[in-house]
């Protein structure tokens, strides 16, 4: 577990806070068609969609709010090409990998890989199969995974009307947007199928038509793990490297894909061997990689993190020796969070398969209590943040499925409903406790900078932005004293940053640099004597 250089738990020092990240490397007029955007077909899957569709289409309610889909799109994409595109984005050797056709039983399995790996990933999602496995694209929003539209029901879009063509680009928006309030910016046509049609469809909605330039064929293994279908996978994926910025095309449809998981990792180490740099199809290279969480007690520092298994694993640093890892078990998205419920125990939450708050709490002489999950709705569309006030109040923060800030709290032993603290933010927010009973609350707005507000005297103040250009879940942690408030992120650039404040009391500093190249969001804490400001990192270490 956690061994290679790309998935190591990195520390860094600087008493009194201690930060921990993982470690990695770097409608308007419709223009007329250009050369070669007619009626055009590719072989990308069965014909008869056998093994695609995770259910018959007519037993599969239509979602709510289609009309409104289209207008969602165009709100929140950019302006698309007129045409197609399958060169991947960026400079020097870039390398997309993209899924087609899911979710299904091999999305997570594809998914622990990309994290292992510390590479992005596309997922052209079928609605249908949405409406089907809902908790898996929960669970993909959770990741920060793109999430493209690939119709409701997979036809051949040359045999559809312009009309009919927008139905399926729009039905299969609305429901990505009632599972996690994202619309897709993104579009693969099934079979790589197109015609005008198709093109101005997406161009009206701002739907970028992607194909690919590699097809490894990976459908025809037919649910075989069979070596001869992973070793034609990989051949057929390795032929890419002839180009400067291949897109490659795989699949997660409803028939589990073990040979396209069993090749995927082979795939990527012969493209990074190559010098290639991986892209999603928004042309991002930092992967949402699940973040690990820290707590302190009597024993010392606990670090939680998800492994490359989907399960929850733990390890501790007393008196400056880490113990090995050992697994805590549970199959979980995205990052979990911990919390010093005690003197001698923490308390782990996180997202479960079923879109659920589960917790473990496990003692400094490692006594471990059954997972179990908190009787809440199922609204998590990302990792949870959790604080322990100085009153005993437990709060835990989530990304709702309507892209808000959802709060549950635990007084007496009882956990609240869910409270709505608004705002719109695309991935999971970060809390910590301040003072007495106060709260603050950090989250990403929808272009990449920092979003805050806190809770004081009895009052939640207005959202603020603090800028900057953020590309994981953010961190936060009070000083020691409570008097003051660190904000720690990974950047754009994929390096660390941080800012400090007194949010009630004064104006937070500009962001300053951490530095690292990371593939996650940090874990934060702070130990030592009480913090005046934040000056002096000490160098990055590997954790393991």
């Known amino acids: 577990m956690f061994r290679s250089r790309l998935r190591a738990a990195a520390l860094v020092l600087s008493l009194p806070l201690a930060a921990f990240a993982i470690a990695g490397t770097p409608a308007s007029a419709i223009p007329p068609p250009s050369p070669g955007d007619g009626a055009q077909s590719t072989e990308e899957g069965p014909l008869d969609n056998n093994g695609v569709l995770a259910a018959d289409p007519s037993q599969v309610p239509k979602p709510n709010r289609v009309s409104t889909a289209a207008a969602a799109s165009l709100a929140n994409c950019p302006p698309a090409p007129y045409g197609t595109q399958s060169v991947a984005p960026g400079s020097g050797k870039t390398v997309a990998l993209t899924f087609d056709d899911g979710p299904g039983p091999s999305t997570l399995p594809i998914i622990n890989v990309l994290q292992k790996y510390g590479v992005p990933g596309t997922f052209f999602n ?212 911990a919390v010093a419920t005690g003197p001698t125990e923490t308390t782990v939450f996180v997202q479960g398969l079923d879109n659920r708050i589960w917790t473990r709490t496990v003692s400094d002489s490692g006594a471990l209590t059954a997972w179990g999950s908190l009787d809440l709705p199922p609204i998590l569309t990302s990792s949870p943040s959790a604080t322990l006030g100085a009153d005993g109040t437990l709060s835990l923060v989530v990304r709702g499925t309507d892209g808000a800030v959802w709060l549950t709290q635990r007084t007496g032993g009882q956990w609240s409903g869910w409270q709505s603290l608004g705002g719109s933010i695309t991935i999971g927010p970060a809390i910590t406790a301040t003072g007495t009973n106060g709260l603050t609350l950090t989250a990403l707005a929808a272009d990449t900078s920092l979003l805050e507000r806190h809770f004081a005297d009895g009052a939640w103040s207005s959202w603020q932005s603090l800028g900057g250009g953020i590309s994981a879940e953010p961190a936060l942690t009070a000083t020691v004293g409570d008097t003051g408030v660190v904000s720690l992120v990974r950047g754009n650039d994929n390096g660390g940053w941080f800012k400090v404040a007194n949010p009630s009391t004064g104006p937070w500093t500009g962001w300053q640099p951490v530095g690292g190249l990371l593939i996650s969001g940090f874990a934060a804490l702070t130990e030592g004597t009480k913090l005046t400001n934040v000056s002096g990192w000490g160098s990055w270490y590997r954790v393991g």
């Not at 409406?131 to 997979?154: I, P, Q």
């Not at 670090?303 to 113990?323: H, I, K, P, Q, S």
């Open 126 to 337: 079928i609605g249908v199969n949405q409406a089907v496995f809902s908790t898996t694209v929960r669970g993909e929003a959770g990741f920060g995974l793109v999430l493209g539209n690939h119709t409701w029901d997979h036809p051949n879009m040359t045999t559809l009307s312009l009309a009919d063509q927008g139905v399926q680009m729009d039905e299969t928006t609305a429901e990505q947007m009632s599972l996690v309030n994202e619309p897709t910016c993104i579009f693969r046509p099934p079979y790589g199928s197109y015609n005008a049609d198709t093109l101005t469809a997406a161009y009206q909605r701002h739907l970028a038509v992607w194909m690919w330039s590699v097809d490894t064929e990976d459908w025809k293994a037919n649910g075989s793990s069979d070596p001869y279908w992973v070793n034609r996978i990989i051949t057929r994926a390795e032929a890419g490297s002839s180009q400067q910025h291949p897109v490659i095309l795989m699949h997660n449809q409803a028939n589990p894909n073990p040979a396209t998981v069993a090749a995927l990792p082979t795939i990527i180490e012969y493209y990074r061997n190559l010098g290639y740099t991986f892209v999603d199809l928004h042309g991002g290279t930092g992967y949402g990689a699940a973040h690990p969480a820290a707590a302190k007690t009597a024993s010392g520092v606990h670090l939680f993190a998800r492994g490359t298994d989907g399960a929850v694993w733990e390890r501790t640093r007393n008196n400056g020796v880490w113990t090995l890892w050992s697994s805590l078990g549970g199959t979980i998205y995205a990052s979990p969070t």
